[in-house]
């Protein structure tokens, strides 16, 4: 699927979807960027994955090079846990921020 050939100047989010393997795997897509779909036995695969997947779709979509990156909540930037939070968890979605750095 083509992309407009418009040239991106602003920041756009590109949400992503993580739904739960029957095998303990993990399933990441997003509705936002066709194709873009990833799938592992090992959740920490498809977590790692995913923002270079981004980078490769939506550069070619975009004949330009696309740099992406994980947006974080800015409460949790703020504030101190009382407890210890395990990094394998998943939440049901994660929020990236993209932007062109060139043609």
């Excluded at 989010?13 to 799938?39: I, N």
């Excluded at 990094?87 to 929020?95: A, G, I």
Aim: aromatic share 6%; charged share 25%.
């Amino acid at each position: 699927m083509a992309a407009s050939c418009k040239p991106l100047n602003d920041y756009f989010k590109v949400v992503v979807t993580l739904e739960r393997r029957a095998d303990g795997g993990l399933r990441a897509y997003s509705d936002d960027v066709p194709g873009f779909v990833l799938s592992h036995a090992d959740p920490r695969m498809v977590l790692s994955d995913i923002k270079s997947a981004l980078e490769g779709i939506l550069s070619h979509m975009f004949e330009g090079t696309i740099i992406v990156e994980e947006l974080s909540r800015l409460r949790e930037k703020t504030s101190q846990p009382d407890v210890s939070v395990d990094s394998s968890l998943v939440v049901p979605t994660k929020e990236y921020v993209t932007h062109v750095t060139g043609p």
